[in-house]
């Protein structure tokens, strides 16, 4: 059974720092993709980052230069740096494993998600 466990999600205001952590068990397939997909209220999930089986990243042109992804494969886990952190950035974080296409543009295709942590930016 795949299990993802997110971690480390708070409230902080705009300007401030966010480290998310997300750690997987039970894939054994390996050089997969990772990443985080968000969710706000109202709005559809959308990808913020991913990296690849060859740890190369990809990031939504909205966090480019603010966020981080970074990835322990001995440890199956992920972890997101997020600096810079805007009020837009509010939104129930969720980590996966993309299955199917490794790209923030698309959770399409049998995925596996974490079940979220709350990241709340105020002004």
């Known amino acids: 059974q795949v299990q993802l466990v997110e971690s480390g999600g708070d409230s902080v205001q705009a300007g401030g720092s966010l480290g998310l952590s997300c750690a997987a068990s039970?894939?054994?397939?390996?050089?997969?993709?990772m990443g985080w997909f968000r969710q706000a209220p109202g709005k559809n999930r959308e990808g913020v980052t991913i990296t690849d089986g060859n740890g190369r990243p990809m990031y939504a042109d909205s966090v480019k230069g603010r966020f981080t992804i970074s990835r322990d494969k001995s440890k199956n886990s992920v972890s997101l740096q997020m600096d810079s952190l805007k009020p837009e950035d509010t939104a129930m974080y969720y980590c996966?494993?993309?299955?199917?296409?490794?790209?923030?543009?698309?959770?399409?295709?049998?995925?596996?998600w974490g079940q979220g942590t709350q990241v709340s930016v105020s002004a």
């Open positions: 039970g894939y054994t397939y390996s050089g997969y993709c």
């Open positions: 996966a494993i993309l299955t199917t296409v490794c790209t923030v543009y698309s959770d399409a295709g049998r995925n596996y």
